[in-house]
């Protein structure tokens, strides 16, 4: 159509329309069919965002329906438009809203302040009233906050609880268990003995963990010479403050099978103060092994072993991981060298702990879980991958909490006498 075409019909529709109403049968369906054609266009116009929506309005003056803008967001109807002005809205005030358009003369008022175990998770404003959330670890029950479900021993977590639903617990399946009451750990995994070089000894259940013991085969071929569960549970033999006689101390009063002076001169000569007594207790504990009092012993250090591998052994690291975590921790570092060699030597669950091992031999026997603590607090600036920050996190909370150290303590100075009792009093 030209424009020229065009324009005429746009100026005839008036007249033609005009014309139709004079119509003498004009019928009360044409007057039906010209207000559907209005009403179809304010719906049209409600679902455009640059025009407001429109309600019908009938003026007084007039005596005829006018079709009104409504009031936005955040204010009141104060007057209805009329034939010469437009809808007239004004801002709600303080601690009043309207989160719609909508034709009300009123703002709605704010919820109170959060219940208990609530938090403000929006503030009011004129726009959008006051939001409440439950805090962490509880959720919404009708009008209330509960705490979340914990799942007892046996089951795990399935689905995690949030602010709007509670914890969903599920018994372990054959394979896995779960030993502790919590709302957030699902089951885990049986260990599997025979990845670390263990032999299996106690099926595990649902409660219960499989129990391993025994094969150190492969710690001795990486060449781990103490680990991180040796030097936690040995530690504490050491004075803070060494004595020239200490090693001697050790040797006389140890009971069983004595370490013979080449062993203990060969250690001198190896190690530092702090090395030293690690590898003599080592070796009594190897060549004392078949006391009732030392089985318990290299028991309970296997039961930390095969903990610490369940965290960290899992971590399967590439070479610039390791070198970053070396690089994290302070003091010498372990070189590039060393970090080659280790991946060579041993498998992907004992590179960590034996980079460990040589960092602690490297910086003058060093606490191995101070050193952690370290690295994990400048772990942001080298980028560990997330599931490597945990397992660590994890294995220090385990072996700071591994209170069967405190009670062999007691029962190992009771054992050597109280020759060293005394030397351990005079050093605190």
């Known amino acids: 159509m030209s424009a020229r075409a065009a324009e005429t019909h746009r100026s005839a529709r008036p007249a033609?329309?005009?014309?139709?109403?004079?119509?003498?049968?004009?019928?009360?369906?044409?007057?039906?069919?010209?207000?559907?054609?209005?009403?179809?266009?304010?719906?049209?116009?409600?679902?455009?965002?640059?025009?407001?929506?429109?309600?019908?309005?009938y003026d007084p003056e007039t005596s005829h329906q006018l079709l009104c803008d409504k009031c936005p967001p955040g204010t009141y109807l104060k007057q209805h438009c009329t034939a010469k002005w437009k809808t007239v809205c004004a801002p709600c005030p303080d601690h009043y809203y309207t989160d719609s358009w909508h034709t009300s003369d009123e703002c709605l008022?704010?919820?109170?302040?959060?219940?208990?175990?609530?938090?403000?998770?929006?503030?009011?404003?004129?726009?959008?009233?006051r939001v409440c959330e439950c805090k962490e670890g509880s959720y919404l029950e009708?009008?209330?906050?509960?705490?979340?479900?914990?799942?007892?021993?046996?089951?795990?977590?399935?689905?995690?609880?949030?602010?709007?639903?509670?914890?969903?617990?599920?018994?372990?399946p054959g394979g896995f268990f779960s030993n502790e009451t919590s709302s957030k750990a699902p089951c885990r995994k049986h260990t599997n003995c025979s990845v670390f070089g263990l032999l299996l000894t106690q099926k595990g259940n649902a409660t219960h963990d499989n129990l391993c013991s025994g094969n150190n085969e492969s710690t001795k071929k990486c060449g781990i010479d103490v680990t991180l569960c040796e030097e936690a549970f040995f530690r504490f033999a050491v004075p803070t403050k060494f004595t020239p006689n200490w090693l001697s101390v050790l040797v006389d009063n140890l009971p069983g099978t004595k370490v013979n002076a080449e062993s203990v001169e060969r250690i001198k000569r190896r190690h530092s103060s702090q090395e030293q007594t690690f590898q003599l207790l080592k070796l009594w504990k190897h060549q004392n092994k078949d006391q009732d009092m030392v089985k318990k012993i290299i028991q309970d250090i296997d039961l930390c072993e095969n903990s610490v591998q369940r965290h960290i052994g899992h971590a399967n690291l590439t070479f610039e991981q390791l070198r970053s975590l070396m690089e994290s921790l302070p003091g010498k570092k372990v070189g590039a060298e060393d970090?080659?060699?280790?991946?060579?030597?041993?498998?992907?669950?004992?590179?960590?702990?034996?980079?460990l091992s040589l960092w602690r031999i490297k910086n003058g026997d060093q606490d191995t879980l101070k050193g952690l603590m370290h690295a994990l607090k400048h772990s942001k600036t080298h980028h560990f991958p997330k599931t490597v920050t945990q397992s660590l996190k994890k294995t220090i909370r385990f072996l700071h909490s591994f209170t069967m150290y405190k009670l062999y303590q007691k029962l190992f100075l009771e054992m050597i006498g109280n020759q060293v009792q005394s030397v351990k009093i005079s050093c605190l």
């Not at 705490?147 to 021993?153: A, E, V």
């Not at 970090?339 to 980079?355: D, G, M, R, V």
């Open 16 to 57: 033609a329309a005009s014309k139709r109403l004079r119509f003498p049968g004009t019928t009360m369906n044409k007057l039906l069919c010209c207000a559907l054609v209005f009403l179809d266009i304010s719906i049209k116009w409600t679902t455009q965002e640059m025009f407001p929506p429109k309600y019908l309005h």
């Open 109 to 129: 008022y704010c919820s109170p302040v959060c219940k208990e175990l609530q938090y403000v998770k929006q503030e009011c404003n004129r726009t959008h009233n």
């Open 142 to 172: 009708v009008e209330f906050c509960l705490k979340h479900r914990s799942c007892p021993p046996g089951f795990g977590v399935v689905q995690a609880g949030t602010p709007e639903r509670n914890t969903v617990c599920k018994r372990c």
């Open 339 to 355: 970090i080659e060699k280790t991946t060579k030597a041993c498998k992907s669950s004992e590179q960590i702990l034996k980079l």
